[in-house]
């Protein structure tokens, strides 16, 4: 596999895996890793910025939907998005630092949105997050093999 194909493909899949499709960049990182023809830095860069950014359009996604939600056709019932909405006032700006996690990450980044948290600190926030989700990979799947 040629490196612009690998970073490609991790790329996309990273960016696919912050948003609301099925998609796990885990496994392409880890494969990627295995194969040892790319620096292990760049990969882990390439996934991080893939995945940031892909958090980035889930907040974007806030910001914009959120204007909607008193409509009927909302897609969050108003007692839960209330809810959110409380438990992200509660631990703030830095549950964005879960936006790694799987099943809470993602919404996190869609409530951000929505309750406007500064675009600066939400990136700085969700990068250091997801990198550092990345390191730990790269290092358990590097000292396993």
Known sequence: MTDLYAYAALFAVALG???ILPLQSEPVLVGLLLLGEQPVWALVAVASVGNTLGSCL??????????????????VPPDKLRKAEG???????????????????????????????????????????????????????????
Do not use: C, M, Q
């Open 58 to 75: 889930n907040w974007l996604l806030g910001r914009w939907i959120e204007h909607y939600r008193d409509r009927r056709w909302f897609p």
């Open 17 to 19: 895996a912050a948003s």
């Open 87 to 145: 438990w992200y006032h509660r631990w703030g700006k830095w549950s964005l630092l879960l936006s790694w996690a799987p099943i809470v990450g993602d919404p996190l980044t869609v409530i951000a949105g929505v309750l406007r948290e500064p675009f600066g600190t939400f990136v700085l926030l969700v990068a250091i997050a997801k990198t550092g989700r990345y390191v730990v990979l790269a290092l358990a799947t590097l000292g396993l093999s």
